[in-house]
Protein backbone atom coordinates (compact mmCIF):
# COMPACT_ATOMS: atom_id res chain seq x y z
CA UNK A 1 0.00 0.00 0.00
CA UNK A 2 1.19 3.70 -0.04
CA UNK A 3 0.97 4.18 3.38
CA UNK A 4 3.56 1.56 4.47
CA UNK A 5 6.77 2.28 5.63
CA UNK A 6 9.85 1.03 3.49
CA UNK A 7 12.49 1.63 5.76
CA UNK A 8 14.15 4.01 2.88
CA UNK A 9 14.45 0.55 0.94
CA UNK A 10 12.93 -0.10 -2.25
CA UNK A 11 11.97 -4.10 -2.52
CA UNK A 12 13.48 -3.89 -6.05
CA UNK A 13 16.72 -2.64 -4.30
CA UNK A 14 17.66 -5.88 -2.78
CA UNK A 15 20.41 -7.84 -3.10
CA UNK A 16 21.62 -11.49 -1.78
CA UNK A 17 24.76 -9.68 0.07
CA UNK A 18 22.16 -8.68 2.04
CA UNK A 19 20.91 -11.64 2.95
CA UNK A 20 22.67 -14.19 6.16
CA UNK A 21 21.66 -17.32 4.13
CA UNK A 22 23.32 -16.14 1.57
CA UNK A 23 26.94 -15.97 3.17
CA UNK A 24 25.95 -19.29 4.91
CA UNK A 25 25.51 -21.19 1.57
CA UNK A 26 28.80 -19.07 1.24
CA UNK A 27 30.80 -20.33 3.98
CA UNK A 28 29.39 -23.77 3.94
CA UNK A 29 30.32 -23.86 -0.04
CA UNK A 30 34.23 -22.84 0.69
CA UNK A 31 34.38 -25.71 3.61
CA UNK A 32 32.93 -28.23 1.18
CA UNK A 33 35.23 -26.34 -1.63
CA UNK A 34 38.49 -27.09 0.26
CA UNK A 35 37.56 -30.29 1.70
CA UNK A 36 37.43 -31.10 -2.24
CA UNK A 37 40.65 -29.70 -3.17
CA UNK A 38 42.84 -31.68 -0.37
CA UNK A 39 40.63 -35.16 -1.26
CA UNK A 40 41.57 -34.41 -5.18
CA UNK A 41 37.88 -34.21 -6.53
CA UNK A 42 37.47 -30.61 -7.43
CA UNK A 43 36.84 -30.95 -11.11
CA UNK A 44 34.75 -34.12 -9.80
CA UNK A 45 31.85 -30.95 -8.90
CA UNK A 46 31.81 -28.35 -11.63
CA UNK A 47 28.76 -27.36 -10.22
CA UNK A 48 29.54 -26.39 -7.14
CA UNK A 49 28.20 -23.13 -5.71
CA UNK A 50 25.91 -21.27 -3.11
CA UNK A 51 22.75 -20.43 -3.89
CA UNK A 52 19.48 -18.47 -2.35
CA UNK A 53 15.82 -19.85 -2.64
CA UNK A 54 12.91 -17.79 -3.52
CA UNK A 55 12.49 -17.60 0.42
CA UNK A 56 16.24 -16.07 0.69
CA UNK A 57 16.79 -19.42 2.77
CA UNK A 58 20.92 -20.28 1.61
CA UNK A 59 21.77 -23.28 -0.12
CA UNK A 60 24.90 -25.38 -1.40
CA UNK A 61 23.83 -26.37 -4.98
CA UNK A 62 26.64 -29.85 -5.78
CA UNK A 63 25.32 -30.29 -9.04
CA UNK A 64 25.76 -33.90 -11.19
CA UNK A 65 28.49 -36.28 -10.86
CA UNK A 66 29.36 -39.39 -12.27
CA UNK A 67 28.87 -42.53 -10.92
CA UNK A 68 32.75 -42.67 -9.84
CA UNK A 69 32.74 -39.72 -8.24
CA UNK A 70 29.96 -40.69 -6.35
CA UNK A 71 31.33 -44.09 -5.46
CA UNK A 72 34.94 -41.94 -4.16
CA UNK A 73 32.77 -39.11 -1.87
CA UNK A 74 30.70 -42.17 -0.36
CA UNK A 75 34.24 -43.88 0.34
CA UNK A 76 35.48 -40.70 1.87
CA UNK A 77 32.50 -40.51 3.87
CA UNK A 78 32.35 -43.81 4.99
CA UNK A 79 36.13 -43.06 6.19
CA UNK A 80 35.34 -40.55 8.11
CA UNK A 81 32.88 -42.08 10.45
CA UNK A 82 35.18 -44.91 10.95
CA UNK A 83 37.54 -42.96 12.21
CA UNK A 84 35.29 -41.74 14.54
CA UNK A 85 34.23 -37.94 12.86
CA UNK A 86 30.57 -37.64 14.22
CA UNK A 87 28.44 -34.67 13.32
CA UNK A 88 26.89 -34.81 16.88
CA UNK A 89 30.61 -34.95 18.63
CA UNK A 90 29.84 -31.22 19.91
CA UNK A 91 28.81 -32.25 23.55
CA UNK A 92 31.56 -32.04 26.37
CA UNK A 93 34.74 -32.72 24.13
CA UNK A 94 33.81 -29.91 21.79
CA UNK A 95 35.46 -30.76 18.82
CA UNK A 96 34.69 -28.84 16.17
CA UNK A 97 32.56 -29.48 13.51
CA UNK A 98 33.44 -28.58 9.74
CA UNK A 99 30.91 -25.74 10.21
CA UNK A 100 32.15 -24.81 13.10
CA UNK A 101 35.93 -24.89 11.97
CA UNK A 102 34.60 -22.53 8.74
CA UNK A 103 32.52 -20.29 10.58
CA UNK A 104 34.42 -17.33 10.60
CA UNK A 105 35.25 -16.79 6.92
CA UNK A 106 33.96 -14.42 5.22
Known sequence: ????????????????????????????????????????????FPYLRADLNAFGHGLVELGRVSPDTAERLAELLRLALTSGFSRDRNHDDHEPTITEEHKGRA
Not at 18 to 30: F, I, K, L
Open 1 to 44: MADEPTGGRDAAAWSPLDSEGWYAARNATTALRDVLVRAGLEKD
